[in-house]
């Protein structure tokens, strides 16, 4: 309730991408504390043939360039996503391209994949795996395609930035669903996103002696025939997992926020928890299609415990958030951490 006040008080008046950058800050000084800010009953489940503490991480987006992994993890997440990195450096969508729709508890984010590069982000990653610390943190890379880059080298794109980061990551996931890049969307069509998998696929099996798991993440908006074609070609390409959802170019009529407020926040992918019922469909529809032959990340729309809870329930081997921590605060991680170590991992 504290942060409630603090949010509606104070961040809900800054330009949200200070906000977050100030915040940000503040994580990054907790991750140089020697002991976790909470602590998170362990709930340890293997996945893909990773361990992770308990089944509640950090979807990609917030941190994007590898800055903040220990402080997140002090929080209670038990995992970090990071990205979505691409292989050249790129600034991103002019400002503003951040935008609350406070009533709704989302955001319409259209950032575009701003980032470092993968060479630093790998760089980074290199120095913080040579840490105690650093070794034992479960970390996520997820990758995308550099904004100037023709779609016909989009396979070169993701495979520069696999070859730099796979060494690094515990998982990689490809995304081909964020809204901010053009194109990009159109690559989540089986035909193209056969090459690029493949392509990754051969890059994290042969990663130094040590295969990487392999994850694609996709978008709410697919037609459910689209969502069926993307895990029968994730089964057929020998793929780890698929990531359910990104976030989504929809408005639908649910919103609580005034239509014309909406409309001025613009283009962009839209998350929180108006998010939830589509992400939940999509997660329900791919176990059954896969059965358990493939992981599924459930995140989009992920707001309290009981969310956590029903994403396992619904098929979810691990769950992701993001949106949720804007408006939950820095308890807000432990909270929901604590549901997924109450929960049994799937039989």
Partial sequence: ???????????????????HEQ???????????????VRVPESPRTV?????????????????????????????????????VTAQAQPGNPRPRLVRLVDDRAVVNRMGFNNDGAAVVASRLHRLRRTAT???????????????????RAV?????????????????????????????????????????LSAVREVTETN??????LVVKIAPDLADADVDAVADLALALGLDGISATNTTIARPDSLRTARTEVDAAGAGGLSGPVLADRSTEVLV??????????????????????DVAARLAAGADLVQAYTGFIYGGPAWPARLARAASGSRPRA
């Fill in 285 to 306: 529809r791919l176990r059954e299609r896969v059965g358990e032959r493939l992981a599924l990340i459930g995140v989009g729309g992920v707001t309290t415990p009981e």
């Fill in 23 to 37: 915040a940000f800050l503040a994580i990054r000084s907790g991750g140089r504390l020697v002991t976790p800010l």
């Fill in 156 to 196: 070169d794109d993701y495979v520069d930035s696999a070859r730099l980061l796979t060494p690094f990551a515990d998982y990689l996931v490809v995304n081909v669903s964020s809204p901010n890049t053009p194109g990009l969307r159109d690559l989540q069509a089986v035909e193209q996103l056969e090459p690029i």
């Fill in 48 to 84: 893909m043939g990773v361990r992770f503490p308990h089944a509640f991480g950090l979807a990609a987006g917030f941190d994007k360039n590898a800055r903040g992994v220990l402080g997140l993890l002090a929080l209670g997440f038990g995992h970090v996503e990071i990205g979505t």
């Fill in 208 to 213: 130094l002696g040590r295969r990487v798991p």
């Fill in 134 to 152: 650093g070794r034992k943190a479960v970390i996520g890379v997820n990758i995308g395609k550099t904004k100037v880059v023709e779609p016909e």
């Fill in 1 to 19: 309730m504290v942060y409630d006040a603090l949010f509606r008080q104070v961040f809900a008046r800054m330009d949200p991408e200070v906000a």
